[in-house]
């Protein structure tokens, strides 16, 4: 089983209200092998919200010297942290080996996430839900690499 960013699948929860379809991860959801999840909606945000970025690494932001912060500036943390925990609880339920996740974002990014200075630049470095899953043993893999799963 897969836990898959719901956005990747056509559902529209990503910040802006839209979402990043994908149709290799919508074949994997319709053949039953994946539970869908939005980490930042499992975690109370609303959609559409404002856009947040990442302060410092994901590793620091979980230890408590960093924040996650909305482009209008207010702190929204404790959500992406909550909703990473609850993404994570939901991978051991269905025994997920694989997470596939949006690059990019704050709470997916698995290569890269944006910079924190909302100028849309990117930086190396891994959005807090990937890096809980990883942390607990979870594969994570972006959108950008899904093809090697038809391999």
């Not at 499992?42 to 010297?65: F, H, M, Q, S, Y």
């Not at 959500?79 to 939901?90: N, P, S, V």
């Not at 630049?121 to 043993?137: A, P, R």
Request: glycine content about 10%.
């Amino acid at each position: 089983m897969y836990i898959i960013s719901a956005c990747l699948c056509g559902v529209n929860c990503k910040y802006s209200g839209k979402n990043n379809y994908n149709e290799e991860c919508l074949k994997l959801f319709k053949e039953g092998k994946s539970v869908l999840v939005c980490p930042e909606q499992l975690g109370g945000l609303t959609t559409p919200r404002n856009p947040a970025e990442l302060t410092e690494r994901a590793d620091n932001i979980i230890k408590g010297n960093g924040k996650i912060i909305t482009n209008t500036g207010e702190d929204v943390t404790k959500k992406f942290i909550l909703g990473a925990e609850e993404t994570l609880k939901i991978a051991k339920i269905i025994k997920a080996n694989t997470a596939i996740l949006k690059e990019g974002s704050p709470s997916c990014g698995r290569k890269q996430v944006y910079d924190g200075t909302f100028s849309g630049k990117k930086k190396t470095g891994q959005g807090i839900t990937t890096y809980l899953l990883e942390k607990n043993g979870i594969e994570v893999i972006s959108e950008e690499d899904i093809a090697q799963l038809f391999k």
